[in-house]
């Protein structure tokens, strides 16, 4: 049984560019949602998916950032023209149902120079 | 964003020591979860708790969840080298019946006394 997988696991760009990060859940798993970690804190809820459906956004999600499910399956979240803000730990978590616990992925490393 | 209260900020251990950390918040949540995370790593699931005033184990690991349903408490007996690392509460939020995201506090760093 394979846990939650995020790729790449470090992404260093410059200021101004676009990235992209990819998401496979647990299998079967309905429930994906992202969240970003600054050192010394905890997980912030960014946005999460119900099958292909986005059902929440935080309001730490700014225009820049886009996530998508098109299948149901893994997913993207994609920031574009970034800032030096941006630089943290883009984690993704998945459950069975709303109701089951989140399992989360080793997370995206992002450096922004 | 908003956060639980966690403490305390960071504990050193000595092998065998118990050792205890809690949880708190102002708002009602209706599911408490205790993760653990190591350097470089995602947070992994220890305990979930599901009811006010349940108490369950994992191990050397025991939690309970507030008769409140604003607090938590993580318990871990006879401390190893291995249980250093961040722990971190959650409390995750129910909407009508649809369960969203959840709410971490800021973590409990266990260390080992020099």
């Known amino acids: 049984d394979t846990g939650v997988s995020q790729d790449p696991r470090h992404k260093i760009t410059k200021r101004g560019q676009n990235v992209t990060f990819r998401c496979d859940p647990i299998?079967?798993?309905?429930?994906l949602y992202w969240y970003r970690q600054t050192l010394g804190q905890g997980p912030e809820f960014l946005t999460y998916?119900?099958?292909?459906?986005?059902?929440?956004k935080s309001r730490l999600l700014s225009d820049r950032f886009s996530a998508e499910r098109p299948k149901g399956s893994f997913s993207t979240l994609e920031i574009q023209r970034t800032e030096q803000g941006d630089s943290a730990m883009y984690l993704c978590a998945s459950s069975l149902t709303g109701h089951q616990p989140q399992h989360f992925g080793d997370g995206t490393r992002l450096s922004i120079l | 964003g908003q956060q639980l209260n966690q403490s305390p900020q960071s504990m050193f251990i000595q092998e065998g020591e118990d050792v205890s950390m809690n949880c708190t918040s102002s708002?009602?949540?209706?599911?408490w979860l205790w993760y653990k995370q190591d350097p470089g790593e995602g947070p992994v699931l220890l305990i979930a708790l599901y009811k006010a005033g349940e108490l369950t184990s994992n191990g050397r690991l025991t939690a309970q969840f507030g008769i409140t349903r604003k607090d938590s408490f993580l318990n871990i007996s006879a401390s190893i080298p291995s249980d250093v690392g961040i722990y971190f509460c959650?409390?995750?939020?129910?909407?009508?019946?649809?369960?969203?995201?959840?709410?971490f506090g800021k973590g409990t760093k266990l260390s080992v006394k020099p």
């Open positions: 299998s079967e798993h309905n429930r």
């Open positions: 959650a409390g995750q939020l129910d909407y009508g019946g649809s369960q969203g995201n959840l709410i």
């Open positions: 998916f119900q099958n292909e459906a986005q059902l929440e």
């Open positions: 708002s009602i949540f209706n599911t």
